[in-house]
């Protein structure tokens, strides 16, 4: 079997058992939250894989591995800090009521294995990096992916403590926060998010067939802005905050822009 087709069979093993053994947890502990905590660790497995395993060349084996674990350990000890003591995600509550007896295998297929899926299409730009011997050293292409990466984790790093102490402040309960990074866009951490895999992406665009790894950036970027991210969010804040209206008006959703008032 070639390097890369292998990698991409074992990253499929790794990542649905994976998903399985959380299933079975999320059983256990009457929790499927749990599974949004497992998102960015489930990358930096993918990574660990890809750089145990991988042909790649070790250069840039050991850079995809140390992007991708600082971003993964990160967002997963910031969403398990955040969703610490908070019970089920009222997602889930819902999905669990209107399911009834049958939701342990909805959200088997509909919730773990779906993320899964999305999960190793996502991580294309990390496995074909980890796969590919040439080139040898790493070059521009893999310098400015670093580069973008930082940007990006940048980004969702700041915007998410700058909402955290907002959050903190009792005095901001039904506001907007719209200063800092959040003053040049209304969501600067799944900008971050979707920098950060384009970046990994311009990484995995210096191997050979590296293109065909910008299917992972794409689907991540479509996700953040059409289904889980930006859109998602925006129903829920537009109905419960009422100065949101105000904020959209003037500040863009995604791509930043320098603050302006109304």
């Given at each position: 079997m070639e390097p890369l087709a292998s990698l991409l069979v074992t990253n499929v093993a790794a990542v649905f058992g994976a998903m399985f053994l959380l299933w079975l947890l999320s059983l256990a502990l009457r929790d499927a939250s749990i599974v949004d905590v497992w998102w960015g660790l489930g990358f930096v497995l993918v990574a660990g894989v890809g750089f145990a395993t991988g042909s790649g060349a070790e250069p840039r084996r050991l850079l995809v591995l140390v992007l991708t674990g600082l971003w993964g350990l990160r967002l997963g000890v910031y969403l398990g800090w955040r969703n610490w003591g908070e019970g089920e995600d009222y997602r889930y509550v819902r999905m669990r009521q209107h399911h009834g007896r049958r939701f342990p295998w909805v959200s088997l297929v509909t919730v773990f294995g779906l993320q899964g899926a999305v999960m190793w299409i996502v991580s294309l730009p990390v496995q074909f990096a980890q796969a590919?011997?040439?080139?040898?050293?790493?070059?521009?292409?893999?310098?400015?992916?670093?580069?973008?990466?930082?940007?990006?984790?940048?980004?969702?790093?700041?915007?998410?403590?700058?909402?955290?102490?907002?959050?903190?402040?009792?005095?901001?309960?039904?506001?907007?926060?719209?200063?800092?990074?959040?003053?040049?866009?209304?969501h600067p951490n799944y900008f971050g998010d979707a920098v950060v895999w384009w970046g990994l992406g311009l990484i995995a665009l210096s191997t050979p067939g590296g293109w065909l790894a910008l299917v992972g950036p794409i689907v991540m970027t479509f996700f953040l802005l059409r289904v889980s991210g930006v859109a998602m969010l925006e129903r829920n804040l537009k109905r419960t905050k009422p100065a949101y209206a105000d904020y959209v008006a003037r500040t863009p959703a995604f791509f930043p822009r320098p603050p302006r008032r109304a």
């Open positions: 590919s011997p040439e080139p040898a050293a790493l070059g521009l292409l893999d310098a400015l992916g670093a580069g973008l990466w930082l940007v990006g984790i940048t980004f969702e790093s700041v915007g998410d403590w700058q909402l955290t102490r907002f959050k903190g402040d009792p005095a901001n309960a039904g506001q907007v926060l719209d200063r800092g990074l959040w003053g040049w866009t209304r």
